[in-house]
């Protein structure tokens, strides 16, 4: 009999963010074990806190809201091996797998037979669990980013689909679409996200510092280099690397980023050493890039080593459904910025913006929602009269003449 299945666990780990009732339950039932507990919100705080704790028993979610599970707990018995573990569906009440726990089964068992109950009844409406699960995470946003239209869903599935894995992802969009924000949520969704996320806009650093802003250089390595410096590719090393505007990137250093994406490895300006990292990559760009491959601009062979799995977002215009939902959500993140009560769009404003053709996209449609803000001056409701249209007020009053 292994040792660990009569030891009383001493300080516990719960990670059961979805369910509050059960969390609840099992809380209860640990103290009458006498056993300490921290929670945690998700499978990346989980990972985060036993860096900084050592616990003896993990009571982890199946349906984690940022994380695969299974990663989560592979992660957690690399840190710490003797860990004991139960792995518990929250949707279902049951236990889907357990280590060293055999002494505490039957009080976990208790403290599920609520949620058991609780699954009965939804599942009484004709639908599987597993149909309610599908349901309940189809929609589930991602972190960081508001969207709510069937693209946005879409986008979301893949998302979350490539984020666990370090598979290379291409975004591909026009710019305002938000790239950045996806970029962000695929490194706060993988296991890496407890490890840097490293941005660099390749159209914002001049050709000539390009190489020592990536790679890095030691000292002396050219004019000016005073001190050695660690490139950003380095900083990287564990965490995800995200490359912005990557088909402006000069031929000459695209050569270089092939060899670093081959061998997955680094070397400073000036320097001999070679140093191995290891670094997930993600690239955005609003340009298509095997048009430019066709004219000789982008290499074939760093194409295809980016485009692994190949992201699109929409522009603003094909997703309208989305543009009233995203104005309020806007607005709403302005009133909270501000210390302000709730204000609200008067419906005369929907028409106009859901006209707009939005070039600018998100970024455009945001920054017109924080210019009427501003405008409103605390007025708890943005009419027509807070906004800007110049020409395009004219042009939608002749479209629309009910408006004239």
Known sequence: MNAHIDRQPKHALIVLPTNTEICREI?????????????????????????NTRFDLVILDRWLPDLD???????????????????????????????????????????MRTVQRSAAIMASDGRSIGELQRTATACEPLPGVAGTGKSSEELASLVRLVARRSTTVLIQG?????????????????????????????????????????????????????????GRIHAAH???????????????????????????EVQRLGSEDVIRVDVRVITATNLELENRCESGLFRHDLYYRLAVFPLHISPLRERSEEIIPLAEH???????????????????????????????????????????????????????????????????????????
């Open 330 to 404: 806007f607005l709403g993140q302005l009133c909270r910025e501000s210390g302000m009560r709730p204000a609200n769009l008067d419906p005369e404003v929907f028409p106009y913006l859901l006209e707009h053709s939005w070039p600018g996209n998100v970024r455009e449609l945001r920054h017109c929602l924080e210019r009427a803000f501003i405008m409103a001056d605390g007025d708890s409701v943005l009419r027509l009269g807070h906004f800007h249209f110049g020409n395009i007020e004219k042009n939608l009053r002749q479209k629309l003449p009910q408006l004239a």
């Open 69 to 111: 599970s299974t990663d989560v707990l592979r992660l957690i018995r690399e840190q710490l091996p003797d860990v004991a573990h139960v792995m518990v569906d929250s949707r279902t009440g049951e236990i889907v797998e357990q280590r060293h726990c055999d002494n505490l089964l039957p009080v976990l068992l208790r403290s």
């Open 174 to 230: 026009e710019s305002g679409t938000g790239k950045e924000l996806i970029a962000r949520a695929i490194h706060q969704l993988s296991p890496r996200c407890a490890s840097p996320l490293v941005v660099v806009n390749c159209a914002a650093i001049p050709e000539s510092l390009l190489e020592s802003e990536l790679f890095g250089h030691v000292r002396g390595a050219f004019t000016g280099a005073m001190q050695s410096r660690v």
């Open 27 to 51: 809380v209860e039932s640990l103290a009458t074990q006498n056993c300490f507990f921290t929670e945690s919100s998700g499978g990346a705080e989980a990972l985060s806190q036993i860096e």
């Open 238 to 264: 564990l965490g995800t690397l995200f490359l912005d505007e990557i088909g402006d990137l000069p031929l000459g250093m695209q050569a270089k980023l092939l060899r670093f994406l081959q061998e997955g």
